[in-house]
Every structure is written in C-alpha cells, then in structure tokens.
C-alpha cells in the first residue's frame, strides 16, 4: 500500500496537485500546463481550488501524447 505521505498534500491515488504534475513533467511553470490544455488536449482539472486533475487522466495523457515543451 503506498504511503500517501509521499504524495504531495493535495495529492491522492485518484487525483494529483499541480505541484505534482509540474514535477512530473519537470516544468517549473503553470503556464505550460495551460498552454497544453489549449494546444495538445492535456485533461482539464477536475477541482480549481485547489487545483488538481485526475491522475489517470494526466497520466494516459503522458503516455500517449507526451509532455516534451512547445
């Protein structure tokens, strides 16, 4: 079972933090995020505040499209 200290606070199993997907990707910048969203179909957050996305859904987009710049 995974500690879920490990995780970022507002992180889960099911759903994880912009902190985390920044890591993720090693970007530094909310503003890539957006611009994937806009640019190459990168999943919509599913809360605001805070903000945080459904982790499978980040992470088949991860798999399948990628998260190289641009």
């Known amino acids: 079972m995974q500690n879920n200290r490990n995780l970022d606070e507002q992180s889960s199993p099911q759903l994880i933090s912009h902190k985390e997907v920044l890591a993720m990707f090693h ?3 909310k503003a890539a995020i957006y611009k994937w969203r806009q640019n190459r179909g990168f999943p919509d957050p599913v809360t605001l505040m805070p903000l945080r996305w459904l982790r499978a859904a980040v992470e088949e987009w991860k ?3 990628g998260g190289c710049g641009r």
């Open 27 to 29: 970007i530094s910048s």
């Open 63 to 65: 798999e399948n499209v």
